[in-house]
């Protein structure tokens, strides 16, 4: 098994220090560190604490060899969609569990109606299984590495237009993406 404690408290935001301190009872930042490099068993006692501490449910802090953990894989800037340097586990909202390809893009810069620090949560589906998405916002892979994300405003056969969001923005269109992710849900914090 391998422990995602770090890939999470990282996309919280907590230091190794607030993990402990959240814990009941508290800990240690070391004592935490041990746990999340593996210098020490992670017991079930441990990922109740751990888990309860992060706010999210225990099984999330380990995952298999052979599991398929949904992926950060772009975020959104001024610039448009961008690739991120190295993908990274995403946390995996309970919801959305049923078996589907998951991907998630991480929003870093207003466009549109999102607001910087929202994550979009967007199920991937083959090409050919997406003619239902005409208006709806999309992910779609681009040649070498890219990404374009916007409304699906039109497909014919293999080509896809996209318009991305915010004002005086231009079409993209991408012949035969590798597939296309729907958008199903918004988490914004609070």
Request: glycine share 8%; proline share 5%; with cysteine.
């Amino acid at each position: 098994m391998i422990n995602r404690i770090r890939d999470i408290r990282k996309e919280k935001g907590m230091t190794l220090a607030e993990v402990g301190a959240a814990c009941n009872p508290a800990t240690t930042a070391q004592t935490i560190g041990r746990l999340e490099t593996g210098m020490r068993n992670l017991s079930l006692a441990w990922m109740n604490r751990i888990g309860a501490a992060l706010g999210v449910d225990p099984e999330l802090l380990v995952k298999g060899e052979e599991a398929s953990v949904p992926m950060v894989v772009a975020r959104l800037t001024d610039q448009g969609a961008e690739a991120l340097t190295r993908p990274r586990d995403a946390i995996l909202p309970t919801q959305l569990v049923d078996g589907a390809q998951l991907v998630c893009l991480s929003i870093e810069a207003p466009q549109g109606e999102y607001r910087s620090g929202d994550q979009l949560w967007m199920r991937q589906l083959r090409l050919e299984d997406a003619a239902h998405l005409i208006n709806r916002d999309v992910l779609a892979p681009r040649s070498g590495g890219r990404y374009a994300f916007g409304r699906l405003i039109d497909r014919q056969g293999s080509m896809v237009a996209l318009l991305p969001p915010g004002m005086g923005q231009r079409q993209i269109v991408i012949d035969r993406p590798a597939w296309l992710a729907v958008a199903e849900m918004l988490v914004r914090k609070l």
